[in-house]
């Protein structure tokens, strides 16, 4: 389970190499990764909320702003959040095959949506920091996980596309900029979810 996480982190490089030779399935990706690590920011956040809740700086006044969400709420909006996680990493996948019908190789959609799924580990990693919900703490941990992602993209992306380097940097870069939108409207929604989950249940 989640046997790829160290390599990822790691020595990336030859652990791509790895993950591309062993074939692995969508059901098989799924079931011992992205089911396992996309739990992680969904988790945090459901204990951070509840427990501490969402920092929002201070008033005009110097009180401290903070919404905690009921146990009630926040398991409403975690089942929703994991959901729209694991739907990001099948429309992601489908990118990475929009981007490969361009090149000779042309894997298949399910071996892009494996690429996908591997390629979102910092990301579902730097989840963990919803634990103290702060803002700009989550969107530090964002940025971080946003960065060693688009280093994975692009060492990974040529070689899973058995592309030159060059080509590869132009798909990795198109491909980063979907899924930037697609963080941003995460982000997005879980800002909103965090913050007024109270008045939306």
Known sequence: ??????????????????????????????GSHVLVLAAVPVVCSLIGTTVV???????????EERVQLSLGTALILAVVFYALILGAVFFMGRAVHWLAKRFDSRPSAHRCTVFAGYM???????GIVALYPLIWLCLLAGVIGLCYTAYLVFIGLPHFLDIDQQSGI?????????GVLVLEALLAVTVLMGGYGAELF
Do not use: C, D
């Not at 389970?1 to 790895?18: F, S």
């Not at 809740?53 to 110097?62: D, P």
């Not at 979102?120 to 730097?126: Q, R």
């Open 170 to 178: 132009r798909a990795a870069g198109a491909w980063l900029a979907i």
């Open 1 to 30: 389970m989640i046997h790829h996480v160290w390599g990822l982190m790691a020595h990336p490089q030859r652990e791509w190499q790895r993950i591309r030779s062993e074939n692995e399935s969508v059901k098989q990706l799924y």
């Open 53 to 63: 809740g969402w920092h929002f700086g201070e008033n005009l006044q110097g009180q």
């Open 120 to 126: 979102a580990t910092p990301l579902f990693l730097s």
